[in-house]
């Protein structure tokens, strides 16, 4: 990670109340409106430039616009999954079944009489955790 680096949080409504002319004052005038950018505003700016170009690009061709708008969207898609916790949710079911799979195993191990240390080997379950299965 890079130690020029900065994070704002920013109400674009309140901050429309008070602007200025300062490099953040001229992200948040690209922001709201990019076609609004003029020449003073990116001079200096280099990262404000390459955003203004980039833009100006996506915007001229529609088949880039097309994929910009549907990266935009696939990537809203992706945080609304991750925001809904289904991926931990997929994940804590899949080891919780492997789990039980491992007991079931055990517990026809042990139903044919084999020893436990082979039972630890097959299963990876701990000693502690077969002789629960076998005391229950």
Known sequence: MTRNFE???????KYEKYPNESNLGKWVKFIN??????MKDIENNKPLEEAVTA???????DEESERAFRRMIA?????????TGLEKGLKEGIEKGAKEEKIQTAKRMLAKGIDIETII????????????????
Do not use: S
């Not at 994070?7 to 409504?13: C, G």
């Not at 809203?76 to 991750?82: G, H, S």
């Open 121 to 136: 080997e097959c299963t990876e379950l701990t000693k502690e955790e077969i002789e629960k299965i076998k005391n229950n």
């Open 55 to 61: 833009f100006d690009l996506i915007m001229k061709d």
């Open 33 to 38: 409106n990019p076609e609004d950018i003029t």
């Open 75 to 83: 990537e809203m898609d992706r945080k609304a999954y991750e925001d």
């Open 7 to 13: 994070i704002y949080i920013i109400e674009l409504p």
